[in-house]
């Protein structure tokens, strides 16, 4: 397996707080996403990183911003939450552009 | 129309069959393919890239493209019930090789 950590797994949390998903990797890769997986719409990207401090939009980004400040961690921030995005978040990695992602095992956030 | 679509199912079919599940994508310049295995509950897990047309076989996995066509299908050969979960497709947008559109994945379900 891919040495990817989720943390938290499981978060409950109220509308208007502040929430930080965190991705950690053990393989040096350059390349880190976070997606989110919804009923009806698969899995959508939100923001990835192409190397530290380098980061872009994906699909989804509204709401969300990140942060990459060390090659193995990439944070994902929802500065004030919101139902909607209550979720199931994975992070994945790849070393380069063009190789397949693989994924962490999942933060299941809900926002009461 | 959907960027990639994947019929939902549930597909069923008997231990021992072939399981042939099928994905149509509209990015014309899509190169990168993917099929994903995903458990309930669990995060995707990769089990096929393929890049250029014809077959990729992989033990009793087999991936098919066809870009003049654009669809991509994946053959599960001597199903086994281990292997009742929902594939998904992964297609990349034309431009961003990284870039992954996820269908809303096909369930699979093997009956013993």
Known sequence: DAGITQSPRHKVTETGTPVTLRCHQTENHRYMYWYRQDPGHGLRLIHYSYGVKDTDKGEVSDGYSVSRSKTEDFLLTLESATSSQTSVYFCAISGTDSQPQHFGDGTRLSIL | ?112
């Open chain 2, 1 to 112: 129309q959907k960027e990639v679509e994947q019929n939902s199912g549930p597909l069923s079919v008997p231990e021992g069959a072939i399981a042939s599940l099928n994905c149509t994508y509209s990015d014309r310049g899509s190169q990168s393919f993917f099929w994903y295995r995903q458990y309930s509950g669990k995060s995707p897990e990769l089990i096929m890239s393929i890049y250029s047309n014809g077959d990729k076989e992989d033990g009793r996995f087999t991936a098919q493209l066809n870009k003049a066509s654009q669809y991509v299908s994946l053959l599960i050969r001597d199903s086994q019930p281990s292997d009742s979960a929902t594939y998904l497709c992964a297609v990349n947008r034309s431009g961003a090789t990284n870039k992954l559109i996820f269908g809303t994945g096909t369930l699979l379900a093997v009956q013993p």
